[in-house]
């Protein structure tokens, strides 16, 4: 994870890095730092803190940091404890080299150790560190930096973007990638260097996705790009839609409250979007009519809550599509025995776009000649650049690391998706297939009245109640058991109370046992009848052992919600979109627990919203 933002130009360095900085804070917040070269003598200042940006900030009142060339991070942690003395930038011995890093460098214990025995001393415990020294020790073998970048790239093992500067080489900056992302903005004499052009999306629309592979050196009004044998690539910027900065909260306490209720517009847009694109959606996808007429199997990848998402939608290709799906979980699904299936394709899910594990998980696909379709939220990232199809979701900028609207963009493009297959496959009608898209219409208003109908019960009694357990499960049957897990991992991320969830008619074979007075059961009900009246037994399992029931249920399902402790009932739907229509109540009711307990929910700790790691 972390950001590396950096600046070379006409302007002073530190504005542009610290603001590409806050921008970027969503990649970590463990700690962050800034260093450039002072115009007089090309010696480094920098400042570097625990905490995120506004630490950083407030750090600069006493010191006079500025610079034409400078650079910028935000950590989370892999190497080495959060200490100022782990945050980036790190240097070289003689603090000539400065250096911010993304990513994991594999092989810095061998590294360090041979550093060490040549004399070099280290002052973190970061593998980053190593980098400086290794690249230092270089310089004194190469006259010429390039091919001490060179060996540099080929000695690192692991996956990396870095950007550099160096006192002796003060109007340039040296940066490299491998498998990391990283890319440039060309302006007016300046170029910004980010991990994510949201960092400059304000300043240029002219972009150089870094290849990967390459490192480059970059001047104010230049870029020279090699790859790592030292091959001068001729790459040139192109001029990129840049994601719309909107940072504002719009007077919402937190952004994870603001991102609850974008959730109605984002089901509208989703359904006017795709219904807009629904004549060339296949070719955007990489395919065509008669391939998806053929197709047998989809492989839905992601992680986390991605992952959950690509759990409902299951549901909705097997029934209403009557393709065969497997979900794959990103980091664990490429170590498995591959069976290849020519008439399979496979869908990434991913907000970010960035997810090492999902980008992982392609390539893995794309080795055994899958065809891959990228259903991501940020149009720039790498996981759109790397597949051969692409389906945009319709989210808009999320900001909370906790995810709320990408995933109902997810589930409700998904949905959408389903029909479109099954209308081209002749298993729905026309009316169908629009008779489709309203029912998704009808959930996003169900979203957001919910919340408000019971917005004053959860704010004044219920928050403050249920902030008191310290451990809840999270029961569902069928398509609300992927919901359910939904809910136990956004409860646990943003108020750290442990959750666990289950298929409910597991609850008998083991996790009953733990079920109390002191246990609050979480159950998401289904509008099926007959697994509705399953579910109703499992429930009635945990009253019999004194559980404390807590119910999302649908109107006239009268015995689980009297068996309730407490109950939110909300409008019937098509039976496959009842999660959809509990999300965002759901969602307020945790977000509210979070804040009850006062927790920084809009970046949770030890988390970040991009996970560029595996
Ligand atoms: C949870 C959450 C994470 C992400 C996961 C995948 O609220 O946000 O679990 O869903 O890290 O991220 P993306 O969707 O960016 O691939």
Not at 130 to 148: D, W
Not at 327 to 349: C, H, K, N, Q, W
Not at 365 to 388: D, E, F, G, I, W
Not at 396 to 420: D, I, M, P, R
Request: a negative charge; charged letters at 25%; hydrophobic letters at 40%.
């Amino acid at each position: 994870m972390c950001s590396v933002v950096g600046y070379v130009g006409k302007n002073l360095s530190r504005s542009f890095v610290m603001q590409g900085l806050a921008r970027l804070e969503y990649r970590g917040y463990d700690s962050a730092g800034f260093a450039c070269l002072h115009p007089s003598d090309n010696r480094v200042i920098y400042a570097k803190v625990e905490g995120g940006v506004s630490n950083l900030l407030k750090s600069f009142d006493s010191l006079p940091i500025e610079g034409y060339v400078g650079l910028g991070h935000t950590r989370w942690s892999t190497h080495g404890g959060i200490s100022t003395d782990n945050a980036h930038p790190h240097f070289d011995c003689k603090r000539k080299i400065s250096i911010v890093h993304n990513g994991i460098v594999e092989n810095h214990r061998d590294l360090r150790r041979e550093l060490e025995q040549e004399g070099h001393i280290f002052h973190s415990e970061t593998d980053t560190e190593v980098i400086a020294h290794v690249l230092e020790s270089l310089l004194t073998r190469h006259e010429n930096p390039k091919n001490a970048v060179i060996e540099l790239v080929n000695t690192l093992e692991g996956a990396y973007a870095f950007a550099i500067i160096m006192s002796d080489q003060p109007d340039s900056m040296i940066v490299a990638r491998k498998r990391s992302p990283l890319c440039l903005g060309s302006g007016e004499d300046e170029m910004f260097i980010a991990s994510d052009l949201l960092a400059f999306a304000d300043k240029t629309n002219k972009v150089l996705f870094l290849p990967d592979e390459c490192f480059a050196f970059i001047k104010k009004d230049s870029v020279e790009v090699f790859d790592f044998n030292g091959k001068k690539l001729s790459t040139r910027f192109q001029i990129v839609d840049v994601p719309q900065v909107d940072d504002l909260k719009n007077g919402f306490e937190h952004y994870m409250l603001k991102e609850i209720y974008d959730q109605k517009k984002v089901i509208k847009d989703t359904v006017s979007n795709y219904k807009a694109q629904a004549s060339s959606i296949w070719h955007q996808m990489g395919l065509s009519a008669p391939q998806i007429k053929c197709l047998q199997r989809i492989s839905l990848i992601g992680c986390g809550t991605s992952w959950h998402a690509g759990l409902v939608a299951q549901f909705f290709f097997e029934s209403i599509a009557g393709i065969k799906v497997e979900v794959g979980l990103a980091s664990e699904m490429r170590y498995r025995t591959f069976f290849p299936d020519p008439y399979s394709i496979a869908i990434a899910i991913s907000q970010s776009g960035e997810t090492a594990d999902t980008l992982e998980a392609l390539r893995f696909l794309q080795n055994h000649k899958m065809h891959t379709v990228a259903l991501v939220n940020v149009s720039s990232s790498t996981m759109v650049r790397q597949t051969a199809g692409y389906l945009p979701l319709y989210a808009g900028l999320e900001v909370s690391v906790a995810s709320t609207k990408a995933f109902t963009a997810q589930v409700a493009a998904l949905y959408w998706l389903a029909n479109a297959m099954a209308y081209e496959r002749g298993k729905i009608d026309k009316d169908t297939f629009k008779a489709a898209e309203d029912e998704l219409l009808v959930v996003a208003e169900i979203i957001e009245n919910s919340i408000e109908e019971y917005k004053r019960e959860i704010t004044e009694t219920l928050a403050a109640k249920y902030a008191q357990y310290s451990t809840a499960l999270f029961l569902g049957r069928h398509i609300a058991h992927p919901f359910a897990m939904e809910a136990s991992l956004k409860l646990k991320e943003i108020s750290y109370i442990f959750t666990d969830s289950y298929p409910a008619g597991e609850l008998k074979h083991g996790p009953l046992a733990l079920v109390d007075e002191k246990m609050p059961v979480f159950i998401f009900s289904v509008v099926d009848e007959e697994l509705y009246h399953k579910l109703l037994t499992n429930a009635q399992e945990v009253k019999a052992r004194k559980g404390h029931l807590i119910v999302f249920a649908f109107e006239g399902q009268t015995e689980l919600i009297e068996l309730a402790d407490t109950v939110f009932i909300i409008p019937k739907v098509n039976p496959l979109l009842g999660p959809l229509a509990m999300t965002g109540l759901m969602q307020f009711f945790v977000y509210s627990i979070a804040k009850e307990l006062g927790r920084p929910i809009d970046k949770p700790r030890n988390l970040a919203k991009s996970v560029t790691v595996e």
